[in-house]
Structure formats: C-alpha cells, structure tokens
C-alpha cells in the first residue's frame, strides 16, 4: 500500500507521523462506505473522492453527520429521487443558499441541544465563488459551528462547462470560447480574512492530506471552510484516468497551493513545501498542455500564466516565513 502513494505522497506522509505510520494511517480510516455504488457520477470524478473521505473523517469522531448539498454535480451524484447513493441524512438546496441552509440546520440543532452532530455543507466552485458567496460570507461572520467545503472544478460543470469566477486565465469554456481573460478567484484567502477559527485548501491526489484536513476540521468549533481542486476529465478534457495525475500536477506546477489557516497561524502543507520553500517547481506549460480546455494557448499566454506562479509561490514563502497571511 505504502509504495502506490507515489513520491509526493510519501514526502505528505510528515503530516501523519513519517512513512512508518502509514499503515496506522489506512488502518484508523472507517472501512464503512457512505458513498455508495451505482451513483452517477461521471467517471474519473474527483469530487466523488472528496465527499467520501470527508464522510469517513466524520465517522472516525463518533458523531453523526447531516450532509447539506447546494444545486450543483453533486446534488446529480446522489441518483433520483427516491433513491441516493449517500449513506447519510442529505438536504439539498438551490445554489445561492447552501451556506444560509447550514447556518440555520445548526441553529436548530443548537436549540434541541444536539452537540452530536456534524454538519457539512458541501458545494460547487459556482455555488461558493459566485453565486453562494454572499450568503457564506454572512454565516462565518455570524459563527455558526459547520464545516463548508468548496469542491472546485473550476467551471459551472453541471450545467455546460461555463466559466465561474474560479476558472483559471486562458481556460476555454461554453462562455469564454477564447479563454478567459481574469484570474481565478481567491476564495480561501477571503474566507480567512473573515478571521473564521480554521481554512484549509487541499486536493484528493493527496488522500493523506485531505482525510487528516478533514479531521481536524471536525475538531474545531466554530465555522470551517476547506476549498478543494477536483480535477473534472470532461470539462477540463483530460482522459478519465488521469484525475489523480492532474491534481498532483497543479500542485507540482504552483497552480494549486496547499495549506492551512487555523486561528490565524499559516502553515503549508507537505506536498507544497516542496514547491514554495524548495524551489521545486515543475513547468506550468506541463500541466497547461495537458488539457483540452488550453487547447490553442500561445507561448506568450504560458508565459504570462507562469509569472504568475511565481509570484503566487513568492508571496506564500513570505507567508510561510511570517507564519500569516498578511
């Protein structure tokens, strides 16, 4: 099991104790599923790899877990009605409100007196960056005691690949057939100007990482939010087998950094110190190339895309060294 981690994943393996513990590692994880087969996820679907560790994490702390879903992938991953493929209690609701859904499920659990609950709400890149925005923004501020995740494949994939505000420069998508000319939106950095008690970014190519990311969120009252890049084969245009392969790219390449902000303190995360603090950068034109969504980028726009990088990877040196991120 050890060797099918990968390099990256072995240098992760510091966050759990070094390499020794892995087994330790796999053996806490809850063998019970609460995704289950026969959803309708696409094939190759990363999210789907997010929304089962995050259950699992869950499980492991004893309590029982409410799943809260916004219009989005993952509301269609579920099946029809009156079947599911969660294995848990699951609301669902429009896109603007998931947040606002939460915020009120936990007051009302709050006011029974039920402190045995985990209450996770989980969205798209649409329904957190553009759409839900306002309504997160309101209940971190108000302390609600939740944990929203951000799955974030970086376009509206539910309804025809449009671009949200977290697609990346020169991405093509239904709405920017020339690729779109802003920069992705940083939503984790603005929910940690929020001064919410925990923020993290994470990526299932690095399952130790995101599982333990989880857990600790669990561990922390008060609002939570983990922003996580899922890789998506069909509006990214990637073969359906390279998921994990994409995810570890962007965070190789600088285009996806990952870190934590827990009451305040920042700290990077293993497979991205490598990168930041190391200088062990590997070219973004790899990862760019790599997906039909770039197709037709010029040298010039790699360029462009590249200095952006580093500046990106300076910028989280320095917040590394300061341990802040302002």
């Known amino acids: 099991m050890v060797e099918v981690l990968g390099k990256e994943e072995h240098e ?99 006011s029974f007196g039920r402190r045995d609950v985990n209450v996770i709400a989980f969205a798209g890149d649409g329904g957190t960056v553009d759409i839900g925005i306002q309504a997160l923004s309101g209940a971190v501020e108000r302390g609600h005691n939740f944990l929203y995740v951000c799955y974030d494949n970086e376009a509206y994939c539910n309804t025809g690949m449009q671009r949200s505000g977290a697609t990346p420069p020169c991405a093509r998508t239904t709405t920017t057939p020339g690729g779109k000319r802003e920069k992705k939106k940083d939503v984790p950095r603005i929910m940690a100007a929020h001064g919410i008690p925990y923020v993290a970014t994470a990526c299932p190519s690095y399952p130790i990482d995101l599982y333990e990311k989880f857990k600790r969120a669990f561990s922390i009252e008060g609002p939570k939010y983990i922003h996580i890049l899922t890789p998506c084969p069909v509006s990214w245009r990637f073969p359906t087998s390279k998921g994990v392969e994409m995810g570890k790219l962007a965070v190789r390449t600088g285009m996806w950094t990952l870190y934590e902000v827990e009451h305040g303190v920042f700290r990077l995360s293993p497979p991205s110190r490598r990168v930041v603090l190391r200088g062990d950068v590997v070219p973004v034109e790899k990862y760019l190339r790599a997906q039909g969504r770039f197709n037709g980028i010029t040298d010039e726009e790699v360029e462009r895309i590249q200095k952006m990088v580093y500046q990106e990877l300076e910028w989280f040196k320095e917040a590394a060294a300061r341990r802040k991120l302002w």
């Open 12 to 110: 992760g393996m510091e966050a759990v104790g070094g390499e020794g513990k892995v087994v330790k590692w796999l053996a806490e994880i809850p063998a019970d599923e609460y995704v289950l087969k026969g959803n309708s996820a696409c094939a190759g679907c990363t999210a789907m790899i997010a929304l089962r560790y995050a259950l699992k994490a869950s499980r492991a702390t004893g309590r029982k877990t409410l799943l809260l879903v916004g219009a989005c992938c993952m509301v269609v991953c579920e099946g029809v009605y009156p079947n599911t493929a969660y294995n848990v209690p699951t609301l669902d609701t429009a896109f603007a409100c998931t947040a606002s859904m939460a915020s009120g499920v936990e007051a009302a659990l709050k």
